[in-house]
């Protein structure tokens, strides 16, 4: 079955940086695209970024687009969220998805906290 499992989040001060790991297994990790999403206390879960299979298209949303890059290793069957100049509004779990077959696989998520 498809696992999703994500790392690297913590407590960050506003203008710091966190690099998000997510490793995939039970699937052919280069056929899909990878997404991140968050969810921050009392807000419904948002797209952060989105890399299409080998790498070559990459979206991301308004509040994120020059602070965020979304990155895969297929080699490694892993796609990363590099963070910087995180503020406050950052604040969130965040978590890696994928599409298969229709049906979206989610990880457990990890926490990003940024605060002073």
């Known amino acids: 079955q498809v696992q999703l499992v994500e790392s690297g989040g913590g407590l960050v001060q506003p203008g710091g940086s966190l690099r998000l790991s997510c490793a995939a297994s039970?699937?052919?990790?280069?056929?899909?695209?990878m997404s991140w999403y968050r969810q921050a206390p009392g807000k419904e879960r948002e797209l952060v970024a989105t890399?299409?299979?080998?790498?070559?298209?990459?979206n991301y949303a308004d509040s994120v687009k020059g602070r965020f890059t979304i990155s895969r290793d297929n080699a490694k069957n892993t796609v990363y969220l590099q963070m910087n100049s995180l503020t406050t509004e950052d604040t969130a779990v965040y978590y890696c998805?994928?599409?298969?077959?229709?049906?979206?696989?989610w990880g457990k998520g990890t926490q990003v906290t940024v605060s002073s």
């Open positions: 998805n994928v599409y298969r077959s229709g049906m979206p696989y």
């Open positions: 039970g699937l052919t990790f280069s056929r899909y695209a």
């Open positions: 890399v299409t299979n080998a790498g070559s298209s990459i």
